[in-house]
């Protein structure tokens, strides 16, 4: 097995070497001809190489030195990069999608953009073998992201390096904007940038920008007609926007059947194609439905998210042991880390869920489990990023072993000084059913407001689908169906003066569906759609007498 590691290592090496450098292709020569490239920005570029090879690490290096860059920076692990004192300002990534063998290549780049290491300014160059999954895993559109087919040469590298200064100087002003939640301005600087000769090939990048920009200022009419040819070419990016605009118009059945569509081209995105299909059969407390689909994931290669997510879905469905088993080998695979020790507060979480509604005699065996649990969670170093989190598990293990009473004197010893506020979306969610397991009902709203206020910030991908799901279990569980028009319409009120209407229109359509009859409900929500410019929303038509 070695020896076939070392072969093929020495095959990509030599191939990278073999192929022919001389010349440049010719869209990069059309480039330099209709627009001037300044090899002075060209040769400052500020480089960042993380690739777990040690051989091809050195190689890429050479690359880069042989067409003139000279600041180089490089990494070999993500830990590594992560544990720098001083800060990574860089121009360009250039990433090993598989660097790290506990982490898939969408959560690398996770931790690189919550580190501030991948800001939108600067651009990411994603390296992977031709089938692999990484160009259709990263959600982030307003990012500079490309994909990098490996092995490549020193010309498909000298091509890349190229284009990003060719691009860079029109993209970073839109990006800046966009990173900033200014899409109203974003978006007129964009089309005044289209009405300008452009460099080919950024076109259809700012055609992407600009969809995703209308999407996020919900103007979906604007956005269909531009989604006419790339969807007549089946590009994947085009497929999905249109999805988004039938989700946003309350179109399910057609949501439904995208998901669950065969073609080729959308094959390439599982991953978020089960991430919806769980979502909404979530959304309608269908936990049959999202026990299917997660029956059909492959065990290996899921995200950390994925593996929380099948995980719950398991439990909400009644297939506890199974849920267990699931969950414990994933964490014997982490080993330890910030993975292993999230998986053990979700495997520590279930364990409470199953004390709670199991016979009395069951009890010893399952406060064991929890002991040995803890344990386990304390002594991992990266414990201690979660502390949040755990100090919540050891309270609500402390309601159960001796009272409500003891567990709230653990929460204000040892959390008094948290700002809920800012905690992450996935700790306010957690935290809210501790204190209402604890008869803290109003605290465990204000939580669950402060969680999707974070949502609703959120950008469009997979990881608000995710946290999407978190909030709804947490808001089910935390409230009975009879009272959740109310607190949905409450929510919609802070919303308002908040001065977010968008946000207060979605808890009012959340409430009608609960109350559909409330004719209260129904005009607050048309009053909302007229002052946002809005004729559908989610299944909702505004009456043309009131537009």
């Not at 207060?504 to 946002?532: G, V």
Request: overall charge neutral; proline content about 4%; some cysteine.
């Amino acid at each position: 097995m070695q020896h076939q590691i070392v072969a093929s290592k020495l095959l990509e090496c030599y191939t990278l070497i073999k192929r022919d450098i001389s010349g440049i292709p010719p869209d990069i020569n059309q480039l330099m001809k209709q627009f001037k490239l300044d090899l002075s920005k060209l040769f400052d570029l500020q480089v960042l190489l993380i690739e777990a090879d040690p051989d091809l690490l050195h190689l890429f290096k050479q690359m880069l030195l042989n067409l003139g860059i000279r600041k180089i920076e490089t990494a070999r692990q993500i830990d590594e990069l992560l544990a720098r004192e001083t800060p990574v300002n860089v121009d360009i990534i250039f990433l090993d999608y598989a660097v790290d063998t506990h982490l898939t290549g969408g959560e690398i780049v996770d931790q690189l953009i919550q580190h501030g290491i991948l800001p939108n300014r600067t651009r990411l160059v994603l390296m992977a073998q031709q089938n692999d999954s990484a160009q259709y895993t990263i959600e982030y559109p307003y990012h500079l992201i490309s994909y990098l087919e490996r092995p490549f040469n020193k010309v498909t590298l000298d091509q890349e390096l190229k284009q990003h200064v060719l691009f860079y100087p029109l993209l970073r002003p839109l990006l800046t904007l966009a990173g900033l939640g200014r899409y109203a301005d974003c978006l007129k600087l964009l089309l005044h940038s289209q009405s300008q000769p452009l460099p080919p090939g950024l076109e259809q990048v700012l055609l992407r920008l600009r969809v995703q920009l209308l999407l996020d200022l919900h103007k979906f009419d604007a956005v269909v007609p531009l989604l006419r040819a790339p969807i007549a070419e089946q590009q994947g990016w085009a497929l999905w926007a249109l999805f988004r605009v039938r989700y946003e118009r309350g179109d399910l059945a057609a949501c439904q059947a995208f998901l669950t569509d065969s073609s080729e081209e959308l094959a390439r995105y599982m991953q978020r194609r089960e991430l919806w299909l769980i979502y909404l059969a979530l959304q309608e407390r269908d936990y049959a439905a999202a026990l299917e689909v997660v029956n059909k994931i492959p065990a290996v290669g899921m995200s950390s998210n994925l593996v929380r997510l099948v995980h719950l879905v398991m439990m909400l469905a009644g297939e506890f042991d199974r849920a267990q088993d699931f969950i414990e080998r994933k964490r014997r695979l982490a080993v330890r880390g910030e993975l292993y020790v999230e998986l053990s507060i979700a495997q520590t979480r279930a364990v409470l869920w199953r004390l709670e509604h199991s016979a009395a005699e069951q009890h010893p065996a399952l406060f064991s489990q929890l002991e040995q649990l803890q344990t386990q969670i304390r002594q991992d170093k990266t414990a201690a990023v979660f502390s949040v989190s755990v100090h919540l598990l050891e309270a609500h293990v402390w309601q159960f072993r001796d009272s409500s009473e003891k567990a709230l004197q653990s929460i204000q010893d040892h959390l008094r000084e948290v700002q809920w506020q800012q905690q992450p979306a996935y700790v306010l969610c957690h935290a809210a059913l501790v204190f209402h397991s604890l008869q803290q009902t109003q605290l465990a709203a204000d939580l669950l407001f402060y969680a999707d206020n974070q949502i609703q910030s959120m950008l469009d991908n997979c990881h608000r689908v995710f946290i999407g799901c978190l909030h709804q279990h947490a808001f089910d569980l935390v409230f009975p169906a009879a009272t959740r028009a109310v607190v949905y319409q409450q929510m919609a009120t802070r919303y308002v003066q908040q001065h977010n209407l968008l946000a207060a229109a979605k808890m009012l359509r959340r409430a009608r569906r609960y109350d559909p009859q409330n004719p209260t409900l129904r005009q607050a929500l048309y009053k909302l759609m007229q002052q946002l410019g809005i004729q559908r929303f989610r299944g909702i038509n505004l009456p043309l007498e009131q537009t």
